[in-house]
């Protein structure tokens, strides 16, 4: 017996809140011509996994693709892969999640495409033993699951093929390790070394299985693209027929029993893990790593040599963290509200915004691709305005919102969600705005994104919030503030502050921070007392703020004051955004700086309008957000930044006050958002 089995397993997925242009395009020089290879070469059988929104996607805008694969699916050599239907990481949800999100795919799968999965494909590679009862109890036999995983529970190399049966709690799966020699030579290295190989494997005389997890959107530009290179493989593969059988995973399982048994340790692919860690250690694990790799032993150590996990992106990255943490929340709240008529509605929105792709980062893309993190919040927020329905007045609820383990403030309304962080400064963290599916504090903050030793550029050292206080000397300009080069005298921002008062009448919310801090200067502390009250009307979407600021010392205070406000006004990147101060018109890709200002006003392309009318904060800066990925437009806009200041020179005792009335509607005749 010369000859060698292969599971060939293809991944195709697009994100939720994609734009159309670019999955019509990814179609057209993907998806169609993969099928119509897959169709064109009857004597391959692969596994196919279509995450549920491209299949949404397909179905509404290609439907004629859908009836393709229903029909390759007929033909018994096409094997359907299931999972969750909106390509969660499902390890990092509740088991009601996870079983809704797999029922969803499996119903959908046999209602639109006649198939019955067995096995189910693994959101980012991300394995987890407690994935076991999901998948048993969505009728699910088995999983590909990533070689590393079985190198790190020591089956040795020569016994990574075939199939495994691992558990947890009772129930069983079966598990094929993926070929780490397939993932290198499939697609990138010439035919006669992928065959070489495969002949050597045929030689060992052995009943053999190689299993191949690939995503194709991850290939790189080849001739011919994607289909093209399936195109000649498969071909090779059919005259290879005597000696190379492709099979789907359900054949795989039926005709060779398990090689045993194994227990896989949870985790990511290693560079998935190292991409999570935070700046300093994400460069030290990808230089150490590469090190290891020169070493003529490395095959032996580098599946041991890892670090981070999934959950540690919700560390390093906040702004992942509020989205994950308000998706936990809302499922709790639906869950204790009875016989509630749109709970199936809710449920829905809350799996779409469990989508994994806008939940992480790598080297390009993920959650620096603003409309991916809007569509998220989107769901999220409409999900929380159906469960508010009716509601008349604003909620005022203290609670850890985001698993710090320290408290918040929630201000919830069904027009507008506000979280507050005292202990962050006191600084606002959402603004959530259904009615546009928007949550204009959704900011990404600068962070040095490198695995090596440079840094492609400024980087903050605070997180970029809204109502964040500075202090900072006379003639600080807007470049300077852009760069982060000034230097800051004062301890307000990231710092704690004391609730005074919290009140609560109808929609109208009432929310006074204090904290006795101080400026900075030359080795000296001058304390001052800073005192901020938010006055909140959520039915008529205004925001207002008050300042009073206090010299506590015995010395002079003299510096500038600022508040900060980071608003991400929605994801266009054409510079059609338009910022106007006074008779001054920006777009939002310009830098600038006033003075003499008492307004504000800031218009997106989707007609939201924000209006900041400004008392005693005449000096006015603003500069874009700009990333260190780029989009066809430039550098990507993550949001604007602008600063509302006043020069102050207080005398021992004497006090200053300012105030800034921030609102949110949408223009006149206009529609907000496509619900």
Known sequence: MKNVNLVLCLHMHQPVGNLPEVVDRITAEVYRPVIEVLEKHPGVAVNLHVSGSLLEDLAERHPDLVKKIKGLVATGRVEMLSGGFYEPVLVEWPE???????????????????????????????????????????????????????????????????????????SMLTVLPTCPDLARLIPHAPFDELFGYLRRMANRGEDITLTLAANLET?????????????????????????????????????QSPRGRVALPPGTPAELGGWSLPGGARKEFFRERNQLAQRYDAAKWLPFFRGGSWASFRVRYEELNLMYRKNLSLGKKLKSKTKFPGARSVNERLWRAQCATAQWHGTQGGMHLPHLREAIWRELLMAESEMRSGQAETDLVREDVNADGQTEVVAGHPALTLLFAPHLGGACLEIGLPEFGRNLADVLTRRDEGINGSSSGPSDWYERRVFQEHLFARGTTVGQLAAGTYPELGDFILQPFEIRQMRQTGSRVTLSLQRDGGLYRMGTRQPCLLEKTYAIDAGSGLVEISFQLTNTGTLPLETVFATELNLNLGPDQSGRGLWKCGDQKKTDRESWQSEGVTMVSARSTDHLEVKMASENLPLVWSYPLLDVETGPEGPIRQGNCILFGQHFDLKPGEKAEARLKVTFRKQEGRIAVNR
Request: proline share 4%; hydrophobic share 40%.
């Open 219 to 255: 290939w790189p530009k080849l001739s011919g693209g994607a289909a093209g290179y399936l195109d000649q493989l498969f071909t090779k593969l059919e005259e290879a027929e005597g000696w190379i059988h492709t099979l789907t995973g359900q054949a795989q399982l039926k005709r």
């Open 96 to 170: 009601e999640d996870r079983d809704g999100q797999l029922n969803k795919m499996g119903a959908w799968l046999q209602e639109r495409l006649g198939a019955q999965p067995a096995g189910a494909w693994l959101a980012e590679g991300v394995w987890g033993p407690s994935l076991c009862g999901a998948f048993h109890r969505a009728g699910l036999q088995y999983a590909p699951v990533e070689g590393s995983f079985f190198l790190q529970a020591g089956v040795v190399p020569a016994k990574m093929n075939g199939h495994y049966v691992t558990d947890q709690a009772g």
